[in-house]
Structures are given as structure tokens and as C-alpha cells.
């Protein structure tokens, strides 16, 4: 079932939504050679504290994994899609990407955001794959209006990225957010036509999220059971935003 939120839901998730920001805009700002991505762990921790919420992630379990994840940010460098741990022993370095993904719980509404960061000098294939996996989240983002489908947002993505020689992961999806970090419906970054293809009403917010390989589409996850990786080993882009559909149009709960 599709949650609707009414207007004092929604100004509840732009709270959480603007606390996101700030911490992604905190952390994007940090990046650096030689920067480590618990670093980068640490400073989210305080930050999401210090503002009275709780981390989205901490703790959230799934069947596949069987454990719980132990950190407030998903830290995902170059060939990690998603779900990439922090570690004191990942160095970032010149030319490496991290893709930064984060979630809070404020006042009983989660928000949800990713930004992926280039690190020092990236080279110029990669500057495009960061460029169009956040082209198409834009475009995608503009498509969340009433009347339009579900499909319109995922089609977007899809054709966007696909026109520029980049690829889609099609085994992580976006997805429905609210008063749980994970509702209907699942939004994938393609057509799935086997899936439902909802009508977007007002009231509706989406957590939309491209997640781009350089090279072919095939991910496999790690012996932690939570790292994504690309199967070729190309690296991976990822941006997400949490996004109301309202009557005057789209409204990114997680940007100011």
C-alpha cells in the first residue's frame, strides 16, 4: 500500500531532509586524498546526534544479509555500488569516487540522500559518468508530478543514462519512504514491466536513486554480504533524493 503524507507530514520529512543535506554537504566538502571513509563516519555520527535524530541506517538488518549494518553512512569508493562499509583502512586517493549515502529518523519521518564525490583529479570518463548518473536524477526528479507514472520517473533514468553509453544497476531500486525508512512503491532506474506502475498522486514521496556502472550492469555482493561491487570492475555512480509529489510539482525534501 501507497502511504500519501499530508502537508504537516511533509514538513516533518523536510526536517529530516534538510538534516540529511547538511551532513552529505558536511562530508562532500571533506572529501580528500588521504581522507579515510571512517572519517567521514565519525563526523556524520556527531552531526546526526548532536541534532537529536537517529541514523536510518544503524542497525537496519535484511534477510539476505543476516547481520545488522553497523554504520550511520553507506561509504561506497569506485567499483562499490552500494552498502560499501567504513573503514579506517580505506584511504581515499587521487582519481578514486565515493559515493556517500545516508539516512535519519526525526521526529518519527525518515529522509533519505547520496551524493557521489570525486576525489582530487578523476579522469574525464569518469567526470561523465558522475555527470550523467546526476543529470538523470534531475530529469527523473522533474517527472514526479500528478498524473504522470511511475514509469515516467523510471524511464527517464534509464534513457538518459543508456544514451550516454553508461549502464543501469537493476538489482538495487529506489523506493517509497515515510514513516518507515522503506515503503511502496519500489522504484527502479528502468522499465520493469513487471512491476506496478502506479499513478503519482499528490501526497506521494519517493526516494529516487540512480545507480550507474561505467561499464556492464552486473553486480555481486561481497563475503560481508552488504558491499555491491560492479562485476567488471568499472567504477559505480550513485545519487539519491528524497522527493514529494505535490500539486505545484516536485519538491526535494533533501536539499535546501
Not at 538488518?61 to 547481520?67: E, K
Not at 503519482?200 to 552488504?226: C, F, H, Q, T, Y
Request: aromatic fraction near 6%.
Amino acid at each position: 500500500m501507497i502511504v500519501r503524507k499530508n502537508m504537516a507530514e511533509l514538513e516533518k520529512m523536510r526536517s529530516a531532509g534538510l538534516l540529511v543535506w547538511k551532513v552529505l554537504d558536511t562530508l562532500r566538502k571533506m572529501v580528500a586524498e588521504g581522507v579515510t571513509t571512517y572519517e567521514l563516519e565519525v563526523a556524520a555520527d556527531k552531526m546526526i546526534a548532536d541534532a537529536g535524530a537517529r541514523p536510518a541506517f544503524k542497525g537496519y538488518s535484511t534477510p539476505s544479509a543476516g547481520t545488522k549494518f553497523p554504520f550511520v553512512l553507506c561509504t561506497s569508493v569506485n567499483d562499490e555500488i552500494v552498502h560499501g562499509m567504513p573503514s579506517q583502512n580505506r584511504v581515499l586517493k587521487s582519481g578514486d569516487i565515493v559515493s556517500i549515502d545516508t539516512g535519519v529518523q526525526l521526529n518519527g519521518y525518515y529522509g533519505d540522500s547520496a551524493v557521489t564525490v570525486g576525489v582530487g583529479e578523476i579522469s574525464e570518463e569518469t567526470r561523465r559518468l558522475l555527470e550523467v548518473t546526476r543529470e538523470s536524477l534531475e530529469l527523473a526528479i522533474e517527472k514526479a508530478r500528478p498524473g504522470n507514472r511511475l514509469f515516467d520517473i523510471c524511464g527517464t533514468v534509464e534513457r538518459h543514462v543508456t544514451a550516454n553509453g553508461f549502464s543501469i544497476v537493476r538489482e538495487f531500486v529506489g523506493h517509497g519512504i515515510g514513516t518507515q525508512m522503506h515503503e511502496e512503491p519500489q522504484v527502479p532506474n528502468y522499465v520493469d514491466r513487471k512491476s506496478e506502475n502506479p499513478r503519482l498522486k499528490e501526497g506521494m514521496v519517493l526516494a529516487i536513486e540512480p545507480m550507474v556502472n561505467a561499464g556492464s550492469p552486473g553486480s555481486r555482493v561481497r563475503p560481508d554480504r552488504w558491499t555491491a561491487v560492479t562485476e567488471d570492475g568499472k567504477y559505480s555512480a550513485h545519487f539519491e533524493h528524497t522527493v514529494a509529489v505535490t500539486a505545484n510539482g516536485p519538491w526535494v525534501l533533501t536539499r535546501p
